[in-house]
């Protein structure tokens, strides 16, 4: 059956990636996804861009702001240790992007790995990345899937990725049956049309990573009634 995650939160009614967002993403979705950046003092918040003014009342880069001054914008972001409390609670699946390029490279994902070793989840776990090195730093996190997120057509790598996750207007049957064969799971971002999900889940795509998880839960659901029943 098709998993739907939470893309940011429930992004399309809250604000993205804040506690609101994921709080109010536990009754309608399978899991949560956020985008993992370093403050100026290493620490591991939840937000998307570089900077902070699409999103917030504040300006200026993640990586040149402290988690002190960063957490005094509106909307209010979160630390990662509060994301996965939340997920952790929930017995949410999580899925996790290091966000790069970015002037700490690898340092993201070491932080990452020592956050992870502390807090010893016990929970589902993916990580990804638009970044093949971060991708092959990430391949040795016990019990994780990992996952290159793709932009170009009919690519698919071999080498260190259990999970391809290419944005849905890139995606044909072919390519999830070759995904299949190889063994590689498809996660498939970002949908929001009802009509799009349908066909994806009846591809056989593994995940659907949406804004709106409570509209394409509801439109998959019927599909995966049927799917069971003629099975």
């Known amino acids: 059956m098709t998993r739907v995650i939470a893309h940011r939160g429930y992004s399309a009614?809250?604000?993205?990636?804040?506690?609101?967002?994921?709080?109010?993403?536990?009754?309608?979705?399978?899991?949560?996804e956020c985008d993992l950046h370093l403050t100026?003092?290493?620490q591991l918040?939840?937000?998307?861009?570089?900077?902070?003014?699409?999103t917030s009342d504040m300006t200026g880069e993640v990586c040149e702001l402290t988690w002190a001054e960063m957490s005094?914008?509106?909307?209010?972001?979160?630390?990662?240790?509060?994301?996965?409390e939340i997920a952790i609670g929930a017995n949410k699946d999580v899925l996790i992007e290091t966000k790069h390029p970015?002037?700490?490279?690898?340092?993201?994902e070491r932080k990452l790995a020592e956050e992870l070793e502390r807090l010893n989840p016990k929970i589902n776990m993916s990580f990804m990345s638009f970044s093949p090195s971060a991708v092959w730093r990430m391949r040795n996190f016990p019990g994780r899937k990992v996952q290159l997120?793709?932009?170009?057509?009919?690519?698919i790598p071999k080498f260190h990725a259990d999970v391809v996750a290419p944005f849905w207007?890139?995606?044909?049957?072919?390519?999830v049956e070759l995904c299949r064969k190889r063994g590689q799971q498809m996660y498939v971002w970002t949908v929001n049309d009802p009509?799009?999900?349908?066909?994806?889940?009846?591809?056989?795509?593994?995940?659907?990573i949406t804004d709106n998880p409570e509209l394409i839960r509801k439109s998959i659901a019927g599909l995966a009634w049927f799917m069971l029943v003629a099975t």
């Not at 970015?102 to 993201?108: P, Q, R, S, V």
């Not at 997120?149 to 690519?155: D, L, P, S």
Request: glycine fraction near 4%.
């Open 13 to 32: 009614k809250y604000p993205e990636m804040s506690r609101e967002a994921y709080i109010n993403a536990i009754p309608v979705s399978d899991g949560f």
């Open 40 to 42: 100026k003092d290493h």
């Open 45 to 54: 918040v939840c937000w998307h861009d570089d900077t902070m003014q699409r």
């Open 72 to 84: 005094k914008a509106h909307p209010q972001p979160i630390l990662f240790t509060e994301f996965m």
């Open 102 to 108: 970015n002037k700490f490279k690898g340092l993201l």
């Open 149 to 155: 997120v793709e932009r170009r057509i009919n690519y």
């Open 169 to 175: 207007e890139l995606v044909d049957e072919s390519w």
């Open 195 to 208: 009509e799009v999900a349908k066909r994806l889940a009846n591809w056989g795509v593994d995940t659907l």
